[in-house]
């Protein structure tokens, strides 16, 4: 049995996906809910850098709906899009100042993560999603349809 056989027998994939999303996802579900309970001081300190209250809500919104999407696997490739692009826009409007080694990193962060949801985006949820259940239900067929190829292996699916 080759290392390929054994990954997909033993559902490594969908594991590793479901793990890297609930890693992807805590900081922004995290933040979300930190920015909502504490909503007055964040507030404050958005306006300081001059960041509106109806975008400090969209930021809550997006934050919450997002990375719980991407960590419950429901509608994740839309979900990682949007937060890939929030990493980006955040990095490049709040950590450009380079000469400070930890806004240098805050940007670096940003990328790497954005990086990962992009990733994200193109392989999917995987196997352990509420997507995959739904869409099992849908079709009126089991739960455990087959498993994607990854790229290496074969032909993909890109089904949200």
Same mark, same amino acid.
């Given at each position: 049995m080759t290392p390929i056989e054994l990954a997909e027998k033993l559902h490594a994939r969908d594991v590793v996906l479901l793990a890297g999303r609930l890693l992807l996802s805590l900081i922004f579900v995290h933040e =979300?809910?930190?920015?909502?309970?504490?909503?007055? %001081?964040?507030?404050?300190?958005?306006?300081?850098?001059?960041? %509106?209250?109806?975008?400090?809500?969209?930021?809550?919104?997006?934050?919450?709906?997002?990375?719980?999407?991407?960590?419950? =696997?429901? #509608?994740?490739? #839309?979900?990682?899009? =949007? #937060?890939?692009?929030?990493?980006?826009?955040?990095?490049?409007?709040?950590?450009?100042?380079?000469?400070?080694?930890?806004?240098?990193?805050h940007f670096e962060k940003d990328l790497a993560i954005a990086g990962g949801m992009f990733i994200l985006a193109l392989s999917g949820a995987g196997r352990l999603s509420v997507d995959r259940v739904l869409t099992g239900f849908a079709k009126g067929t089991k739960i455990d349809p087959p498993i994607e190829r990854h790229l290496s292996v074969g032909e993909t699916s890109l089904l949200v």
């Open positions: =979300g809910l930190q920015l909502a309970t504490h909503f007055e %001081g964040a507030q404050k300190a958005m306006a300081a850098l001059g960041v %509106g209250t109806p975008l400090l809500v969209a930021t809550i919104a997006l934050q919450l709906g997002a990375g719980l999407s991407v960590a419950l =696997g429901i #509608l994740a490739r #839309l979900g990682a899009i =949007g #937060l890939g692009l929030f990493c980006l826009m955040t990095a490049s409007l709040f950590h450009t100042n380079f000469a400070s080694q930890d806004e240098l990193l």
